[in-house]
């Protein structure tokens, strides 16, 4: 997609992508770390990445109409908020190739929705991503916040939760193989989304690209891999101002 003209940033745009992929996830973890300390962390970290590579990816991307700034800046994101979670105290990376793996796709997936967004809505693309990125986290929220609130299959339709589910196992987890259809429907959503992008403004791919998603929701339907950690539980058993322990297994 590199032959796509770049699109002017309204102060909005840069001030969304500041705020939804890089203030609310490190705030996010500087708020959860002094109230409960770095477990609960760790436990909810993969939700933190993908949040913060959903934001900087789809906005950016939608804004510029470039995939690869989208992508380029995801990846700095997810780097960056990923060291920061090292320094608050969360265990090293068991799975650094998997981690790494899991950030690329994620970021390639939502940057892809972004130049999908630039290319349909041409400058107003930037709105409509910043309307995907706050459903998607309202969602995935209340999923965090409220478990079994939501119906598995729901949440099985949101790539924010395949990304989750991918760097997370990949974090505290088994690694690529356990999140394995999470990536596939990543990657694969990806592709059908650059098709649609590619050939805009013929229609038809819109097809495709719908029946892939549906497709690749009820992978991760009926294979979810590992169930995501009841971060809950643990803050609500962590020692305020402490330190929680973090067990030596993933869980």
Aim: glycine share 8%.
């Amino acid at each position: 997609m590199s032959h796509a003209q770049p699109l002017s940033w309204p102060i909005l745009a840069w001030l969304s992508v500041a705020l939804a992929g890089v203030a609310a996830p490190v705030l996010a973890m500087l708020l959860l770390v002094d109230a409960h300390g770095s477990a609960p962390l760790a436990l909810v970290c993969g939700p933190i990445v993908a949040v913060g590579l959903m934001g900087v990816g789809m906005i950016a991307a939608a804004a510029d109409g470039r995939l690869w700034i989208g992508v380029l800046l995801a990846l700095l994101t997810g780097a960056g908020l990923i060291l920061l979670a090292r320094a608050l105290g969360t265990p090293p990376l068991p799975h650094p190739l998997s981690t790494g793996l899991a950030v690329i796709i994620a970021s390639i997936s939502f940057a892809a929705r972004g130049t999908l967004f630039a290319r349909s809505a041409s400058d107003k693309g930037w709105l409509i991503a910043i309307a995907v990125v706050a459903g998607e986290v309202a969602f995935l929220s209340t999923a965090l916040a409220l478990p079994d609130t939501l119906p598995d299959w729901l949440l099985a339709l949101l790539p924010a939760q395949w990304a989750s589910i991918a760097i997370q196992t990949a974090l505290t987890g088994t690694g690529t193989r356990a999140a394995s259809s999470a990536l596939f429907a990543l990657a694969g959503t990806a592709a059908a989304t650059l098709l649609v992008a590619r050939l805009w403004p013929r229609r038809w791919p819109y097809l495709l690209m719908f029946t892939t998603w549906l497709a690749l929701s009820a992978l991760v339907w009926y294979r979810p891999g590992p169930p995501m950690p009841r971060a809950d539980i643990t803050i609500a058993a962590a020692p305020a101002g402490q330190n929680a322990p973090i067990a030596a297994t993933a869980p």
